[in-house]
Structures are given as C-alpha cells and as structure tokens.
C-alpha cells in the first residue's frame, strides 16, 4: 500500500512561483512512475507532468513546458513540482500519483495510487 500527501499549495500573484512536494509512504520501488495532475473547477483532471524514478525521464504537458519542472528525492520518497512564471489559468487543485512497474510512465499512463490534493490559485 502507497499512501500520498501533497503539500506546497497557496495563493500567488500572476509570474510568481510555487513548489510543490508529495511524500509517499511505504515502499516505492525504483522502477516507479509518480506524476502530477490537475483539475480546475468544471474541468477534467489532466496530466501535468510525470516522472520515472528510476532513470528520472520526465513528461510534461505542452502548456506548462519550460515552466513547470518535475524533479525526485528517491532518498525521501519525496518528488517535486517547481512551478514558474504561474499563470491564473494554472489554478485548480494539484494531485499527486504513483503507479509502480508502468508499462509507460507519462502524464497518459494508467496511475494506481492518488493523493488527497493541494489548492493552488493564481491571481491576475
């Protein structure tokens, strides 16, 4: 069993940023993927950026590339968003999820295991 929790989330001003950090429970193995979603609301969850732990390839959705940065602690069970030049339309409520042994690890693969969410709102 994996357990998630997401913390980092706040209100900011348009162009400024936010790091937002999930620490996983229990054992994560190395050939695991964790990623981050979002769901603004009326809005479907989409995939914002993913992570393989054990090679650190990266997968970004096109609308936060060359701002959003994804990044792991392995020693701390523990992986990163670094979020810049935020945009209001970036506000919505920022899950984090792992799966373990993907077939693909990207922001379009299948996650098993959720975290209860983070807020984050950007103001214009």
């Known amino acids: 069993q994996v357990q998630l929790v997401e913390s980092g989330g706040g209100s900011v001003q348009a162009g400024g940023s936010l790091r937002l950090s999930c620490v996983a429970s229990?054992?994560?193995?190395?050939?695991?993927?964790m990623g981050w979603f979002r769901q603004a609301p009326g809005k479907e969850r989409e995939g914002v950026a993913a992570?393989?732990?054990?090679?650190?390839?990266?997968d970004y959705a096109d609308s936060v590339k060359g701002r959003f940065t994804i990044s792991q602690d392995y020693a701390k069970n523990t992986v990163y968003l670094q979020m810049n030049s935020l945009k209001p339309e970036d506000t919505a409520i920022y899950y984090c999820?792992?799966?373990?042994?993907?077939?693909?690890?990207?922001?379009?693969?299948?996650?098993?295991?959720w975290g209860q969410g983070t807020q984050v709102t950007v103001s214009s």
């Open positions: 999820a792992y799966v373990r042994r993907p077939t693909v690890c990207g922001i379009r693969g299948y996650f098993g295991y």
């Open positions: 992570i393989y732990l054990g090679a650190s390839s990266t």
């Open positions: 229990g054992y994560i193995y190395t050939t695991s993927c």
